[in-house]
């Protein structure tokens, strides 16, 4: 029997990656010293089992809440057993694998649970896309629906449309916007029709979502924004590039451009989880794509306000790439520097303990509902500072391609 051919020449990191987990009880970004798997794992193997439970427990939770009328409370749990299935479902790395496929549906479920008991109008799209294909999105409503601006949120690469936000505490909901997040190529639903994040396809599905977002009465068509994190940061900057109708861009925890150290320096399971999401087998294949996964060439080409927000010390983009990134783009534009943060920034001693979601709705809110930006300002959020709209503007000491250390 011939040993079996590894998929790519890093996967004989495994008993690293496995490591780290058992050691941090993070899946990835070791970095932060919070704890990411509901119990220990001690490899990944054993992610899918250990969120299912959590998820069975809270859905469990959730259930008992609605049938008692509690819905308030029935809708957190219901965010947290979304959350979980979501873990549960996404280290599955196979197309038709019945165990993701159960816990797809499993999360699905929890989903329509939650429209039930949601304190505002949550709605399934489904917008038209290649060959009888569609892009899944959860499209978010202020209570009143009346017109309003809109924020489209672009998912990172280990998050899908459920993510972010959770109808329990909904940001922009809060100040007064609806929000749309989509299932993008090689995310969630997606995945699951095959639809890959290859070439331009993710720039050309955010565009249909915006066409799809002119047919809304209660869209302000002239008030959109794109709000990307993580891998979404990259997509984002270059759906914004493409399609020129966003009235505000934020690119936030950095990936800006992916071709640098996400597939070769970061841990591996970032290019293992990318190749699926392409839908690839071929190492080499996969390498020629990354090579033009870069924002060099089209950020200059984004018109509306732009933010940026990246953790000081991101290892999946230097803070040297990301002042390169930011000198490119030529709208009027803001860098926020989070200091001693990494690549995920939620719960931040810099912001009080929140999420960057908050002041980056904040932000988004000050340009589509009160017009408002500003030209070429870039903020170091100090951990003991007054946070990124403070008196915290900086020079950073070092420019493209000179090492920030």
């Known amino acids: 029997m011939a040993i079996k051919k590894l998929r790519t020449k890093r996967d004989d990191q495994q ?16 970095e932060r010293d919070d704890a990411e798997t509901p119990t220990r794992a001690h490899n990944y193997r054993m992610l899918p089992k250990q969120w299912a439970k959590k998820g069975d427990h809270d859905a469990m939770l959730a ?20 959350e979980a299935y979501r873990m549960a479902q996404h280290p599955i790395f196979y197309d038709e694998n019945p165990v993701k496929i159960d816990l797809y549906n499993r999360l699905s479920e929890m989903v329509d649970r939650r429209c039930e008991t949601a304190a505002y109008p949550i709605e399934r799209v489904e917008v038209p896309f290649d060959d009888g294909k569609t892009i899944s999105c959860l499209l978010h409503l202020l209570p009143d629906r009346r017109k309003a601006p809109c924020v489209i949120y672009v998912p990172g690469m280990d998050q899908t449309k459920e993510a972010v936000p959770k109808a329990g505490k909904n940001p922009f909901i809060e100040r007064g916007m609806h929000v749309i997040s989509i299932d993008g190529p090689g995310q969630g639903n997606s995945n ?10 993710y720039e050309r599905a955010g565009a249909a979502v915006m066409d799809y977002l002119q047919t809304r009465d209660e869209i302000d068509n002239e008030r959109i924004g794109v709000y990307g994190v993580s891998m979404g940061s990259y997509w984002s900057l270059r759906l914004a590039s493409y399609d020129h109708r966003p009235a505000a861009l934020v690119s936030a925890v950095a990936c800006f451009n992916p071709n640098n150290t996400i597939f070769t320096q970061s841990s591996p399971r970032f290019k293992q989880q990318f190749m699926y999401m392409a839908g690839m087998e071929d190492e080499d294949e996969f390498d020629a794509m990354a090579r033009d996964m870069t924002v060099k060439g089209y950020v200059e080409k984004i018109e509306c306000p732009t933010l940026l927000v990246s953790g000081e010390f991101d290892p999946l983009c230097p803070l040297e790439d990301a002042i390169e990134v930011y000198g490119d783009i030529t709208a009027n534009k803001e860098m926020w520097v989070v200091e001693d943060q990494f690549h995920p920034l939620w719960g931040l001693p ?39 709209f403070g008196d915290c503007e900086w020079t950073p000491p070092v420019g493209p391609d000179q090492a920030y250390f």
């Open 15 to 30: 008993w690293m990656l496995d490591l780290a987990l058992n050691m941090r009880g993070r899946v990835q970004n070791f």
């Open 63 to 82: 259930k008992k809440a609605q049938e008692n009328g509690f819905n308030a409370t029935a809708t957190d749990h219901y965010d947290h057993a979304i």
């Open 192 to 201: 699951m029709q095959k639809i890959r994040a290859v070439g331009d396809n």
């Open 350 to 388: 810099n912001l009080g303990g929140l999420d960057c979601h908050d002041y980056v709705a904040d932000w988004c809110a000050r340009i589509l509902i009160n017009g408002k930006s500003e030209k070429d300002r870039v903020a170091y959020v100090e951990v003991k500072g007054d946070g990124p």
